[in-house]
């Protein structure tokens, strides 16, 4: 019989499937409970095609976990930043001397999903539809919820909370034993849009003639609109599409979300501020009235653990605003370091051991990642910015 403790993983996004793979991995008997259907089954958040940034520290967890070739298959380089200013002209500022100091645009739903195979063919268990309720650290049990409504109570003297910014678990651990938590909320939110395939514009609004094969402008690029106290970005998708994301106050005078309520409104701003990405966005009416805007904010905690019986990893330690696109990366890291200190420790010491080393390391990417924003929407335009080179992710 094995001497490794049972975990029960709450949460199978992104950071919580890369740990259960690797837990498995090492001969854990891994349990995860994801309170959303399997998305392999059910399809990824409605559709959409949303993207992230992943960077050197998240493909170095991916490298050990073994999944890095196949990732980066599926994924588009991004050479650096493509600036474009408010005359429509663009450059693009490289993060390296050449292709070896890149980052990469991937699909946000694709990525989880091959991390569900991964950890799945790893011997973890998963339990979709099954949300976290409460937890009863001296007993060592948990309730869930399943979509039905129905709950039920579950042995689980170890849990490990990848559930998120608004992690469950945190609240329960934070009402048996306060952690310290501050919430910094940035006042800017955002919403997504899309530039779609090439082959669904007009040719005479393709950059280069369409040059690009199937994608509308520079596919090898993360593009940037820097517009001073707000900025839209794009990140290419496989498919020849990209990711478009508006980033604006939410509140105060005009421009901010509180006075763009609706389509009819945002597309004057548009039409004066991002002449050159509006003819881009033919859906732009629908996605604008029906994508929400999403709020941001910098999560820091004191503790984020129980002694032996409750770890919090991922965005539900650290979550962190996502101008400098870390947060996945940052929690890749935390799953390559937490799978080491559990393997031969107890899981007090691990868990001691584990905010001993990472929490340094957040800390320092939620600051560098506030200053981003302000680096991105501001100052990404200026020529004096050409002289200084910097590898973040974005
Ligand atoms: P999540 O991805 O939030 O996953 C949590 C999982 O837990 C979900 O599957 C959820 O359904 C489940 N869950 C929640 N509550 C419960 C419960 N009670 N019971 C059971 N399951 C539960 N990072 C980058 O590295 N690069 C980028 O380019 C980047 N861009 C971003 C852009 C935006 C607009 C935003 C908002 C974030 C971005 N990030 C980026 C950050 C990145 O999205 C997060 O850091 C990452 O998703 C964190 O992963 P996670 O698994 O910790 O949490």
Redesign the pocket.
């Known amino acids: 019989m094995s001497s490794k403790p049972s975990l029960s993983l709450?949460?199978?996004?992104?950071?919580?499937s890369l740990l259960a793979q690797q837990l498995a991995r090492r001969g854990f008997s891994v349990d995860v409970?994801?309170?959303?259907p399997d998305p392999r089954m059910a399809g990824f958040a409605g559709g959409r095609s949303i993207n992230?940034?992943?960077?050197e520290r998240?493909l170095q967890a991916l490298r050990s976990a073994g999944l890095a070739e196949e990732v980066l298959q599926r994924a588009v380089m991004m050479r650096g930043r493509m600036v474009h200013t408010p005359d429509g002209r663009s450059g693009l500022q490289r993060y390296g001397v050449d292709d070896s100091e890149v980052i990469w645009s991937v699909s946000r739903g694709g990525l989880n999903m091959w991390l569900l195979d991964a950890a799945e063919s790893a011997g973890a268990r998963f339990h979709f539809g099954?949300?976290?309720v409460a937890a009863d650290f001296d007993a060592g049990r948990m309730r869930l919820v399943d979509a039905g409504g129905t709950e039920r109570v579950f042995d689980a003297p170890v849990l490990i909370g990848?559930?998120?910014?608004?992690?469950?678990l945190r609240s329960a651990m934070n009402a048996y034993r306060a952690l310290g938590e501050r919430v910094e909320w940035l006042g800017h939110g955002?919403k997504e849009l899309e530039i779609p395939p090439a082959s669904e514009l007009s040719p005479e609004l393709l950059e280069h003639g369409g040059g690009h094969d199937q994608f509308a402008i520079e596919p090898n690029a993360l593009h940037i609109w820097p517009r001073g106290g707000y900025m839209c970005i794009a990140l290419p998708n496989t498919a020849g599409s990209f990711t478009v994301?508006l980033f604006l106050p939410a509140q105060g005078p005009y421009p901010s979300f509180a006075t763009l309520p609706d389509a009819r409104a945002a597309e004057t701003f548009f039409r004066h501020d991002f002449a050159d990405l509006l003819p881009l966005l033919p859906r732009f009416g629908t996605d604008y009235d029906t994508h929400p805007v999403?709020t941001?904010a910098t999560l820091y905690l004191e503790r984020w653990h129980l002694d032996g019986r409750a770890l919090l990893?991922?965005?539900?330690a650290h979550?962190i605003v996502?101008f400098h696109?870390?947060?996945?990366?940052c929690?890749f890291e935390d799953t390559v370091s937490l799978a080491r200190l559990l393997d031969g420790n107890d899981p007090a010491e691990a868990f001691a051991e584990f905010q001993r080393l990472r929490q340094p390391n957040a800390d320092a990417i939620a600051a560098m990642a506030l200053e981003n924003y302000v680096e991105m929407r501001d100052s990404v335009a200026d020529p004096r910015y050409l002289a200084k080179r910097e590898l973040g992710?974005r």
Do not use: H, W
């Open positions: 709450i949460g199978g996004g992104l950071v919580g409970f994801e309170k959303r992230l940034a992943l960077a998240g099954q949300g976290l990848a559930d998120g910014a608004g992690s469950t955002y994301t999403g941001l990893v991922g965005d539900a979550a996502p696109g870390q947060g996945m990366n929690g992710a």
